[in-house]
C-alpha cells in the first residue's frame, strides 16, 4: 500500500469523525499557538533590550566625578566637580582602546523660539559626543573644532524639542534662545527613541562645552574646566576592561592619587549592565516558551488518548484490515498517518492562530512582539513530533491484534 | 487463559479440490470455527500442514500471510464487517488498496464486481442506506475484488432472513459455477443443502463428509411465494 493510499484512508477516518478530530487538533493548535505568541513576545522584549544597547551606542564606559563629604555625610556621584574635560583629552590621546571621550557639562532650562518655549536638559559636549553615541545628524551640520574653540553660538536640536518648537517646520538656521542666550541651530539630529529607563532621549539640546560654560550655565563655572561625567567609547574589538583599568589608571595619576587611597570618579560600564539585562530577557524568553511547550505536551497526550479510543472502537475494521491483506506495518502507518496528520493540521490552524494572536497581544497590550520563522517552524516540528511520538504506542497496538482476535472483538 | 494447550482440532486431513462447494456444519465448539480460521490463513496451526494451491501455508510469516489473503482469499462475515460512512464501492475497493493496485483500476474493478453482484445502481450508498441483504453483496463483491481462488464464508445467512439468505446462495452458486471454491460454515441443515459436499465437524474431528445433491438456489427462489418478499 503506498503512501498516498494510506494518507487518503487516514484522511477518510478523520473526517468521519470530524468532531472528535477538531477536540483532538485542539490541544495540539492551542500548544502551538501558546510557543508562537510566547517566543514572539519574549523575542519582543529581547529586541527592545538590544535597541537600546544600539541607542545607546556599543562599549560605551562612563566616568562621573566622586562623592563629597561634607560634614560627615557623603553626596552622591557628582557632588564634588573632580574631573575636568582636560582628564576627557587626555583618556582619548593616551588610551590606545580608546576611541572617543566626549566631556559633558549637563544643565537645564528653557529654550525659545518665537512664542513657543520648551523646557529641556542640555549637554555642553564636543563633536566626539555624537561618534561615541553613534548619533547621526539628520539634518544640517555636526559640530567643528572651530565652534569648540570660538565657543561659537550654535546649537543641536533633538527630534522632541525640533517638534515643540517648530512644528513641521524646518528649525536649521534658526534662532533659539537657551536660559535666554540666543544660539543658532546649526542641525537636528536623528530620532533615537527612549532609553532603557523610558527616557525620550530625543528631548535633548546639545551645544560646544565652551558655550555651555561661557555663555549659558554663567559666571560661576566660566573658569573651571571640571566635567560632570566623560562619556568614552572603546574600540570595536578591543577589551573593555582593559581599557576601563587604563582608564583608571591614567585618572589616578592625574589626579595625583596615593596608593590605597580611594578614586575620586565612578567608572561604570553601561554596555554591561544592557547585557545583563539582555541575558534575563533571554531567560525570561526560553522560561515563556518553555510555559507553552509543556501545553504541546498535554496536547500530544491528548491525541495519545484518542487515537488509543479509537483503536479500540475500530479493533473490527482493524482486523477486517487484516483479512482482506493489511500486513501490520500498513495498518502501523494508517494510524501514525492519522496521529501525524492530526497533529499538523492542528499545527497549521495554531500558526495562524499564533500568528494572530502575536498582533493582537502587540496590539492590546502594547507589548512588542516579533514573530520569528524559527519559532514558527519549530512548534510545527514540535507538533508533528508530538504526533509521532504519542501516535506510535496506539498504531503499534493496532499492528500487533491478531486477526482472528480483531474480527470477533465485540 | 490457562496454560492448558486446548487441541481444537485432532486428526483431520482432508483435501478439497478446485471448484467445489463445500458446507461445513458442526455444533459450537465442534472446531469448524478453528478449522475455518486455518484455511483463511487467520491462525497458525501449532501442528500440521496446510497446502493451498500448491504452497505451504502453515509455515508462513505474518506477512506472508496477509500477501496470501490479499492475492488467494476472499471471506464473507455473519454481519457482513463492512467499513461504515463508506460508499460500497470503496469498500469493495479495500481490498484491492493492499494490493498495491492503481487508483484508476481500483475504481474500475471494484465497479465490476458490485455489477457482478446486482449492485450495479448502488456504487455511492452507504451500509447505512442499504438492506442486509445488499451489505451482504457487498461484503461478497469485495471478497472477489482480488479473483481469489477461495471464498470462505462465515455464516454469510446468519444475519438475514430466509428469502435473503436463499438469495445470497443463489449468488454464491453462480460464482462457484464460475470456477470459485467456496466453503460455508453454517448451522442450518437448510443452507448446507445448497452445497455439492457436505462436511460435519464434532469434537474437533470430522465425524461426517460426503457429497451431497445440491438444490438449486434459483430455482428454490422461484417457488417461494412472491408475497413472501414484501412481507413485513
Known amino acids: ?410 | 487463559m490457562g496454560t492448558n494447550v486446548v487441541a481444537a482440532l485432532r486428526g483431520v486431513s482432508m483435501s478439497i479440490a478446485a471448484g467445489e462447494f463445500v458446507a461445513v456444519m458442526g455444533p459450537s465448539g465442534s472446531g469448524k470455527s478453528t478449522f475455518m480460521n486455518l484455511l483463511g490463513c487467520l491462525d497458525h496451526p501449532t501442528a500440521g500442514e496446510y497446502w493451498l494451491g500448491g504452497q505451504e501455508v502453515s509455515k508462513l510469516s505474518g506477512d506472508e500471510l496477509a500477501l496470501v489473503r490479499n492475492r488467494k482469499l476472499g471471506f464473507v462475515f455473519q454481519h457482513f464487517n463492512l467499513l461504515p460512512r463508506t460508499s460500497a464501492i470503496d469498500n469493495v475497493a479495500l481490498p484491492l488498496l493492499y494490493s498495491g493496485t492503481p487508483v484508476a483500476e481500483r475504481h474500475g474493478r471494484a465497479e465490476r464486481r458490485l455489477i457482478q453482484v446486482g449492485l450495479g445502481d448502488r456504487l455511492d450508498h452507504h451500509p447505512a442506506q442499504l438492506s442486509g441483504g445488499q451489505q451482504q453483496r457487498v461484503a461478497i463483491a469485495r471478497s472477489l475484488a482480488n479473483d481469489p481462488m477461495l471464498v470462505l464464508a462465515d455464516e454469510p445467512t446468519g444475519a438475514l432472513d430466509s428469502r435473503t439468505s436463499i438469495e445470497i446462495m443463489a449468488l454464491l452458486q453462480v460464482l462457484n459455477r464460475e470456477g470459485i471454491t467456496i466453503v460455508v460454515v453454517t448451522h442450518e441443515r437448510d443452507v448446507a443443502n445448497f452445497a455439492g459436499r457436505i462436511i460435519n465437524f464434532r469434537d474437533g474431528q470430522v465425524v461426517e463428509d460426503h457429497p451431497n445433491a445440491a438444490k438449486d438456489a434459483a430455482s428454490e427462489l422461484a417457488r417461494l411465494p412472491l408475497a413472501e418478499a414484501v412481507a413485513p
Open chain 1, 1 to 410: 500500500m503506498n503512501f498516498v493510499a494510506t494518507l487518503r484512508v487516514a484522511l477518510n477516518a478523520l473526517r468521519i469523525n470530524k468532531l472528535r478530530s477538531a477536540l483532538t487538533m485542539l490541544g495540539i493548535i492551542i500548544g502551538v499557538a501558546a510557543v508562537i505568541v510566547m517566543i514572539a513576545v519574549g523575542q519582543g522584549a529581547q529586541a527592545r533590550v538590544e535597541d537600546q544597547i544600539r541607542s545607546l551606542g556599543s562599549n560605551i564606559i562612563m566616568v562621573m566625578s566622586g562623592s563629597a563629604l561634607s560634614g560627615g555625610a557623603r553626596g552622591g556621584s557628582g557632588s564634588q566637580q573632580t574631573i575636568s574635560e582636560d582628564d576627557a583629552y587626555a583618556i582619548a590621546r593616551e588610551v590606545d582602546e580608546i576611541q572617543g571621550a566626549a566631556p559633558t557639562l549637563r544643565g537645564t532650562g528653557q529654550v525659545v523660539f518665537g512664542n513657543a518655549n520648551w523646557s529641556t536638559g542640555f549637554y555642553g559636549t564636543t563633536a566626539d559626543y555624537l561618534e561615541v553615541r553613534e548619533w547621526q545628524v539628520a539634518e544640517g551640520r555636526g559640530f567643528e573644532t572651530s565652534d569648540m574653540n570660538s565657543a561659537a553660538k550654535v546649537v543641536l536640536l533633538g527630534q522632541t524639542v525640533a517638534k515643540n518648537l517648530f512644528g513641521d517646520a524646518n528649525p536649521i538656521d534658526q534662532v533659539v534662545r537657551v536660559r535666554k542666550v540666543p544660539l543658532t541651530v546649526i542641525g537636528l539630529l536623528e530620532r533615537k527613541g527612549q532609553n532603557m529607563m523610558g527616557q525620550d532621549q530625543d528631548d535633548v539640546v546639545l551645544m560646544p562645552i565652551s558655550t555651555a560654560r561661557k555663555r549659558v550655565l554663567g559666571a560661576a563655572l566660566a573658569k573651571s574646566r571640571s566635567v560632570g561625567s566623560i562619556m568614552v567609547k572603546v574600540r570595536q574589538g578591543a577589551d573593555m576592561s582593559e581599557a576601563e583599568s587604563k582608564m583608571r589608571d591614567l585618572l589616578r595619576q592625574r589626579h595625583r592619587l596615593q596608593p590605597g587611597q580611594d578614586d575620586d570618579f565612578f567608572v561604570r560600564n553601561l554596555s554591561e549592565i544592557l547585557q545583563a539585562q539582555e541575558a534575563s530577557s533571554r531567560v525570561l524568553s526560553l522560561l515563556l516558551a518553555a510555559v507553552a511547550s509543556v501545553s504541546l505536551l498535554v496536547g500530544g497526550i491528548g491525541i495519545m488518548n484518542i487515537m488509543l479510543v479509537s483503536v479500540t472502537e475500530r479493533t473490527r475494521e482493524i482486523g477486517l484490515r487484516m483479512a482482506v491483506g493489511a500486513r501490520g506495518r500498513d495498518i502501523l502507518t494508517q494510524f501514525l498517518v492519522e496521529a501525524v496528520t492530526l497533529s499538523l493540521i492542528g499545527g497549521l490552524i495554531g500558526i495562524v492562530l499564533g500568528v494572530g494572536g502575536s498582533f493582537l497581544v502587540g496590539a492590546l497590550a502594547g507589548w512588542r512582539t516579533e514573530l520569528s520563522i524559527t519559532a514558527i517552524v519549530l512548534a510545527v516540528g514540535f507538533a508533528a513530533v508530538v504526533g509521532i511520538f504519542f501516535g506510535y504506542y496506539p498504531a503499534r497496538k493496532a499492528s500487533q491484534l491478531l486477526p482472528i482476535e480483531a474480527l470477533r472483538y465485540e
